[in-house]
């Protein structure tokens, strides 16, 4: 940044004074709550004896902060030095909350930039990271710009001696040619950021993200490489590079036909999870350009939709697992990792489960990436789609057992009534079907289908809005899944291009994914429930304990003319449920189509225990605090009534 932009960042901060922190007695320092991702409180204030007194102590409303009639809030809250800090509106300001009352303290704001205007991710902004250094807090977060700021936590004043002013220009160690106020050409590619950087051993590690690449009409775009940074001094120490570069680098013989030259994506654009004793940090990927055409980077593509574990003092990689092989399904791993150690027959051993949206949960030892039960490369189909690379096997885990429905087939539809099951089986026999990694079909192909069924589709399976808790306790995993289907439709990537005001690069891609369709009967999903799960699965066996549905069946299914008559069992919400896990309960919201209520099951059975209301369904991940003596939910909910906002519940005083 400029002089002149250090002293527009100096004006535009709005920092009130506060009194002294309170004594941290219970924090939640980290978007998962631990450097681990586990989502999980010690605090047992709360229980099955008293959840359903929880009322609300607090409402902060998030758009507040900025434009966007549409704002969803996605942050999810830290506690530390007795203050909450999150980020809200599409600047992604700062904000210091008191934990007690939701009295905003301070806030931070970024100036603004073409940097920011071009962001497609101002809006999905998932919180900040927290750590001390040289004895003092500080607060870290990357704005849509692709700048990383240090705060003073006390204060939202940028710390002196980090960078320049406080503020590191993540671009300027990226590798590519750029415009400090502009950013990226539209020609070489675009980068921004949706989630906060983890701080490992001193060190920063950034992560990044991109257009959503069923949007993406042109093959070039820079990759999401790893920058780490050193948390004193805002120092670059290293970059990883997610597509090889050079001969030299392990995996640049996956990319054929010189494709790592404008394949661009593979943006490590979920949270991130570390093991500061084993000094490894773990980033998780999405696919390259185009979520649903690959054919112009043929190979595995390496570390596309990959798990990496990253040294943090060098970032040379330790291992890596990847969860999909030249990925055209659009299985990104969407969320965190979460780390925990279970016994595996006898033998204590630190695991790594990554839940994904093709509802596998692949384990694997987190020191060496060894698998902790067998996950076999069995073959898969082959597509239709001329040109396309078609990887011959994908791997399937052989335990823990698939948590959500994988493929579909004529068992598998709604049979409520014979006249519901009559039309579903029409519709489905209007598209390619079959098992999981059933790939992409193109709309003039000679099969006479409107395009492709796969299921899992893009939504999961397991996604960010949900994801998964674990137990450092008992080793069990909570994880949120949705049933459902995409139909995409490659259409030539010409006609999409011709609609885009702005497109990134330059040479117009052969396909380009359109849906294919609405799979449902006059609203009804043409798949058997539940719709919306929880499942819990226990890592030191791999077995399935038991799963429940989301919530209660909704409204517009119960009084559907359709069903009239119809003695429904429990569907679930078609959402991703919120979970948080605690010393005491399994906690969850319903999501963003479910209702405004937060549910208290009971983690060895899975019986309910009761639900309290909210101003709004939660719209992203809960968290636990203990303030004063005193346990606080704080969770991120939406609503026309409440966009954007921030409940805090607690027991009455």
């Known amino acids: 940044m400029t002089k002149g932009n250090r002293i527009g960042l100096a004006l535009l901060l709005l920092a009130a004074g506060a009194a002294p922190a309170a004594a941290q007695d219970g924090g939640w320092t980290h978007w998962g709550g631990n450097a681990a991702s586990q989502r999980y409180s010690a605090h047992a204030q709360i229980d099955a004896g008293n959840f359903g007194d929880l009322e609300t102590a607090w409402v902060w409303r998030g758009d507040n902060f900025g434009p966007g009639v549409d704002y969803i809030l996605r942050s999810t809250p830290i506690y530390a030095e007795g203050k909450l800090f999150t980020v809200a509106g599409q600047r992604r300001t700062v904000a210091a909350l008191d934990p007690a009352t939701g009295e905003t303290l301070w806030t931070f704001r970024e100036p603004s930039t073409k940097r920011w205007a071009d962001s497609m991710r101002k809006n999905y902004g998932k919180g900040v990271a927290y750590a001390r250094v040289n004895g003092a807090g500080r607060i870290y977060v990357v704005s849509p710009a692709f700048f990383l700021h240090a705060l003073d936590p006390a ?27 502009d950013g990226l050409p539209a020609e070489v590619g675009y980068i921004t950021n949706s989630s906060p950087p983890i701080v490992v051993n001193g060190v920063i590690v950034v992560g990044n993200s991109h257009e959503q690449g069923y949007r993406q009409t042109r093959r070039e775009n820079v990759p999401g490489h790893i920058l780490a940074y050193d948390a004193a001094t805002g120092e670059h120490l290293w970059k990883f590079n997610v597509i090889p570069q050079s001969e030299s680098e392990f995996g640049f013989d996956t990319w054929e036909n010189d494709a790592w030259r404008w394949t661009g994506n593979v943006s490590a654009w979920a949270p991130l999870s570390a093991d500061p004793e084993l000094n490894l940090v773990y980033i998780v990927t999405d696919p390259p350009t185009n979520d649903s055409w690959g054919g112009f980077h043929p190979g595995q593509n390496l570390f596309a939709t990959s798990i990496i574990a990253l040294d943090v003092r060098t970032g040379e990689r330790a291992w890596h697992f990847q969860t999909v092989h030249h990925d055209i399904w659009n299985y990104d791993n969407p969320t965190a990792p979460n780390l925990v150690d279970v016994t595996v027959d006898g033998q204590r051993i630190p695991i790594l489960v990554q839940t994904t949206k093709q509802a596998f ?60 099951r009559r039309r579903a089986l029409e519709l489905l026999e209007q598209y390619e079907y079959g098992p999981l990694f059933t790939p992409p079909l193109h709309r003039d192909n000679d099969l006479g289908k409107r395009g492709s069924l796969f299921c899992p589709g893009y939504g999961g399976g397991t996604n960010i809005l949900g994801g998964a808790s674990v137990d450092p306790d008992t080793g069990i995993l909570y994880v949120a899944s949705v049933k459902g289907c995409t139909t995409p439709n490659l259409v030539p990537g010409a006609e999409v291009d011709a609609e ?62 359709m069903l009239r008559g119809v003695d429904l069992p429990n569907t679930g919400q078609p959402s991703h449920a919120t979970t948080l896990l605690s010393a005491t309960l399994l906690m969850y919201g319903e999501g963003r189509s479910g209702r405004p209520l937060f549910h208290a099951v009971d983690k060895r059975t899975g019986e309910h225990l009761g639900a309290v209301e909210m101003p709004a369904p939660s719209n992203s991940v809960p968290m636990s605090y203990m303030h004063a003596g005193k346990q606080y939910i704080a969770v991120p909910i939406g609503s026309n009534d409440h966009p954007g906002a921030l409940v805090a519940l607690a027991l009455p005083d």
């Open 155 to 181: 204060s939202g004043l940028p710390i002196d001696g980090f960078g320049d002013g406080g503020t590191v220009d993540l671009l300027a160690d990226f590798g590519y040619p750029y415009h400090p106020e």
């Open 500 to 561: 885009d005001p702005n497109p990134i690069g330059r040479t117009v891609m052969k396909f380009v994914s359109t849906t294919g369709g609405r799979l449902n009967v006059e609203g009804l999903p043409i798949y058997k429930p539940p719709y919306g799960r929880i499942t819990a699965i226990d890592l030191n066996s791999g077995e399935t304990l038991w799963w429940v549905p989301n919530g209660t069946t909704p409204d517009r299914f119960t009084n559907h003319p």
């Open 361 to 420: 949960a692949y384990v694997l030892n987190r020191a060496t990436g060894e698998p902790i039960w067998p996950i076999e490369e069995r073959a898969v189909p082959r597509g239709h789609v001329p040109g396309e690379y078609y990887s011959p096997t994908q791997p399937f885990p052989t335990r823990p057992a698939a948590y959500e429905m994988q493929g579909i087939s004529p068992d598998d539809l709604i049979d409520f009534t014979p006249e519901l």
